[in-house]
């Protein structure tokens, strides 16, 4: 029998990575010298948010995602912790909220105005304190509002219930106490009922979000892991840490058994932390360490070898940390499935990255886009501490550049779309056209001024001459 290697066929084998241009990113941010293993940014359609270097207490920077190019070095900051801000994170389903956490031992959650921040915000919406010692890591649930998790060096994860009235929030719902040291990392199922963590011990631990039960825990000693991820519904975890010999490695895990990976890969014998990305709608996994300057990606599947390599993205610019941006604030007129925020410290910039799958049309392509989780809660938080388990409502992306945001109304759901999805279409056809005339008139206006201005200069010059 002849031998005849293995092709496998995939729409994202050519995905590739497009850095912004310089008139595109956030240039002179004092990005933070934390050395704390996080992203220290956080992004959604409307603010990016980034932690940034500042005497006394802890700040971070709330800028418009539309307003690039140089950030004015006295631009209003949140400022309202007594100790270096190590963490923040938007709220999945409030554009205007964001939870910080700090060395102060405190999380704080705060509301920005609509149109951006104008002067400094000091007073948060609300205060938790139940942590003993500073906070390294918050998270946002799923699918439940106002429910928030945290974990700090006194080894505890607290459950946060926002909807209380009070401003100061001294008691959480509840204390998880399941780890020796350190929580580095913590991942939700889709739904939110489950919970995996990665401890400084370097094992990998799966329990119930809710009731803090203590499912699965991992004995490998091959792998020691720093971050883990859920795969959305695959039922695996994927962990990124180290190897025995200090290799920088990569491990699959089944969900209902962690007493050995289902695969491990050994990636380079660099020093800084991987930090992975997981996208559920196309099944393709980023990873990029911290200090390096490129991202590599994957497509996983439920079947060996699960892992597949596509390509990399190759950079000079070293990133500190990345911010994702939501699905639902990607520009699909130009096939981008995902896109980074990456943090360059030795040049003061924030550069986007946009992931984009190479294709000839300019029209909406259906295959890249299924549908994706909105950003409406399933839960309400009482209804989550009831008992309730549920995952958010299905919306299809939307299918427009960012500034038209109608694919992000709560009528537009899967229940919907049968009938609504013809006539967004048609409507969408319509606008994608407009807008490629209104660029073919500004491309032959700018022909022409430059013509102009090239006459202008010719008569000045032979004006010059004839004075001489």
Not at 177 to 200: E, Q
Not at 211 to 216: A, D, H, V
């Given at each position: ?18 850095a912004?241009t ?21 992004i959604?359609?409307r ?16 800028l ?23 963490d ?45 010692r ?14 928030l998790?945290s ?6 994860i ?7 009235p009070?401003?100061?929030?001294k ?36 329990m ?14 091959t792998?020691?892991?720093?971050k ?5 519904n ?51 996994l ?8 490129n ?18 993205y ?6 500190k ?24 410290t030795i ?5 986007p990255l ?19 989780a909105?950003?409406?809660p ?7 501490l ?47 056209e ?8 500004l491309?032959?206006?700018d ?15 032979s ?6």
């Open positions: 029998m002849t031998w005849r290697p293995q092709y496998r066929s995939s729409k994202f084998r050519h995905v590739f990575g497009k912004a310089k008139e595109n990113c956030f240039d002179g941010v004092p990005i933070t010298r934390s050395v704390q293993d996080n992203s220290f940014c956080a959604n359609p603010f990016l948010a980034v932690i940034t270097e500042c005497a006394g207490g802890g700040a971070f920077l709330v418009s995602v539309h307003h690039t190019g140089k950030v004015d070095p006295q631009q209003p900051r949140v400022s309202g912790h007594r100790g270096n801000v190590l923040i994170k938007w709220n999945p389903f409030n554009d205007c909220c964001i939870a910080s956490c700090s060395e102060d031992a405190t999380v704080k959650v705060w509301e920005i105005p609509p149109h951006g921040v104008y002067k400094n915000i000091t007073v948060p919406w609300k205060e938790l304190q139940g942590h003993s500073r906070v390294g890591l918050i998270e946002w649930h799923p699918t439940a509002n106002n429910i998790f974990t700090a060096y006194d080894y505890q607290m459950i946060w219930n926002l909807d209380c009070e401003p100061v929030i008691n959480p719902v509840r204390t998880i106490s399941h780890h020796p040291d350190v929580v580095l990392s913590m991942s939700f199922n889709t739904d939110g009922s489950l919970l995996a963590t990665a401890c400084k011990d370097r094992k990998v631990r799966l119930e979000s809710r009731s803090g039960t203590l499912l699965r825990e991992s004995s490998c000693k792998h020691r892991a720093s883990v991820l859920i795969l959305g695959t039922k695996m975890l994927l962990t990124s840490g180290t190897s025995r010999y200090n290799d920088r490695q990569i491990a699959l895990w089944d969900q209902d058994d962690l007493s050995a990976p289902l695969l491990e890969d050994n990636l380079d014998g660099s020093s800084g932390v991987i930090f992975p990305f997981y996208d559920p709608d196309t099944h393709m980023y990873l990029a360490g911290k200090g390096d300057g991202i590599r990606y994957y497509e996983i599947s439920t079947e060996k070898p699960y892992i597949h390599f596509l390509t990399e190759r950079s000079q610019l070293p990133q940390g990345l911010g994702v941006m939501p699905k639902r604030g990607l520009d699909v007129s130009s096939c981008e499935i995902f896109r980074f925020y990456k943090l360059v040049k003061s910039l924030i550069e946009s992931m984009i799958v190479p294709r000839r049309s300019e029209s909406y392509q259906e295959d890249l886009y299924p549908m994706t909105g950003n409406r399933a839960l309400t938080a009482e209804e989550w009831g008992g309730m388990d549920k995952a958010c409502s299905l919306k299809v992306r939307q299918t427009c550049s960012p500034s038209l945001q109608w694919a992000q109304e709560p009528w537009f759901n899967s229940l919907s779309r049968a009938c609504v999805c013809p006539q967004l279409r048609l409507k969408f056809h319509k606008q994608q407009e807008i490629r005339r209104l660029r073919e008139l491309n032959q206006r022909v022409r001024i430059k013509q102009l201005e090239l006459e202008i200069k010719n008569i000045k010059n004006q010059s001459q004839s004075s001489l």
